[in-house]
């Protein structure tokens, strides 16, 4: 994976909102620019843009999280993490940042309970062998083990747009 740290590249010009109407995925992004400039003050103010619209975006919170270890907020940090749990449970990156942070606060106990969470759900890698030929015949399957992915289905109806138009839709 490319990280702005591995390019020879002046990120200061970059604009800060890029597309029209200042969408949140640009905080977003943004927040990825700042953090790899290791401006992380700058980097949680736009995730709290993010987590205001989306407040169980998981993603943005373990980012969040992931930053407020790297400034040494180990408790608020471990905070933040709560919030992804209560959305995911399972979420490997939150018990990893947890395990990580509980250990530099001294809490053995919990930093043991997200241990023994984070080895339960991170992905094994034995598996990867043994699922490699069924995912390079089967395009679903492969979808499947991605991350982040795409399900199709039927196509949908549009929604009808007025009350009228509902009535005339059967609806």
Known sequence: ????????????????????????????????????QGDYDGALASLRTVTAKYPRDRVALNQTARILFLKRQYKEALKVLDEVCMVDPEDVQMHYTAMLSARALGDSQRAARESKLFQRFKAEEAAQAITAKRRMVSPEDNNERQPIHEHESVPLKPMPKTAESAAIAGG
Do not use: C, E, Y
Request: hydrophobic residues 45%.
């Open 1 to 36: 994976m490319i990280t702005p740290r591995d390019l020879d590249v002046d990120f200061a010009p970059v604009p800060r909102h890029w597309l029209a109407g200042n969408p949140v995925s640009t905080h977003f992004f943004n927040a990825m620019i700042q953090k790899a």
